[in-house]
């Protein structure tokens, strides 16, 4: 399993290569070729082209949840790919917003995505095989002690009606490697050890060999976080607790979360960016 970082919110100085808020991750498996996410734009795509990795290939897509940063590079992907589909999880469409200190500010796909590109989408439904050793996964456990800790994203249901995103709309990628399974979650919104716990749940003696997305753990708070530094100790402890030996994570983890995972997790700990290749 090879995996190539398209996009992140960081990119080393010297390779020329776009960053900016958002993730895009190209992975070859088994002999397919698929994409997950594609970004807040097209240049994603650039970045693509600069590593040699041919977009047209790509055989399906998969968008990890409805936000922009994930889904509105979609645009670029579907005018130079006209054959994959991209499975989305019901609730995708939805009217997603994060609560800014001016007011809500819309932050879900763009909405001429959906009209414009409605033939393309695939909605999953419970764990859904995509190929030999690939799977789409639902979150499905709950547990408030390893809850996501933002509190600041919202649904809008009505006119002026904002609840608290329960994040239905967001799925994992689970892909079987050499060492055991790998699971991609692009901002494990409902908790990544929930998320974790949830998937040993759907794949009873199999292994989790390694995470890979954001952990959602960047905040406004002075720390830089928006969960105190015991729940990160928490999360990476009971990480190691289920199996998981590596940690690939970056975009909305944020630098300060990512050095208190490190400190705790050690060298199986690692910063995603643009350009890296990973291999399981």
């Avoid at 928490?234 to 995972?261: M, N, P, Q, S, W």
């Amino acid at each position: 399993m090879k995996v190539t970082v398209l996009m992140e919110n960081t990119a080393p100085e010297s390779c020329g290569l776009a960053a900016e808020h958002g993730l895009s991750l190209y992975i070859e498996h088994r002999g397919h070729r698929l994409l997950l996410d594609a970004g807040s734009s097209g240049r994603f795509a650039d970045n693509a082209r600069q590593l040699g990795v041919d977009l047209s290939a790509v055989e399906a897509a998969v968008l990890s949840h409805g936000h922009y940063d994930h889904g509105d590079g979609l645009r670029r992907f579907f005018s130079l790919n006209g054959r994959a589909p991209v499975y989305i999880r019901p609730g995708a469409e939805g009217a997603y917003f994060g609560m800014d200190p001016e007011g809500p500010r819309y932050i879900g796909v763009h909405r001429d995505i959906w009209a414009d590109f409605r033939s393309r989408f695939v909605e999953a439904e419970g764990v859904c095989p995509l190929m030999e050793g690939a799977w789409l996964v639902p979150g499905t456990v709950r547990d408030p002690a390893f809850a996501g800790q933002a509190a600041d994203l919202l649904f809008k249901r009505g006119e002026d009606d904002f609840i608290p995103d329960d994040y239905r709309h967001e799925q994992s990628l689970v892909l079987e490697g050499e060492a055991g399974l790998v699971v991609f979650n692009s901002c494990s919104h409902g908790g990544i050890v929930n998320i974790v716990r949830g998937v040993l749940e759907q794949f009873t003696g199999k292994g989790v060999f390694a995470v890979v997305g954001g952990f959602h753990m960047f905040g406004r708070l002075d720390s830089g976080m928006n969960c105190t530094p015991e729940y990160v100790y928490r999360v990476a402890d009971a990480l190691k607790e289920l199996g998981v030996k590596e940690i690939h994570t970056g975009h909305c983890t944020g630098e300060a979360a990512f050095a208190l995972l490190r400190e705790r997790s050690g060298p199986g700990c690692h910063a995603l960016s643009a350009g890296q290749v990973l291999r399981f």
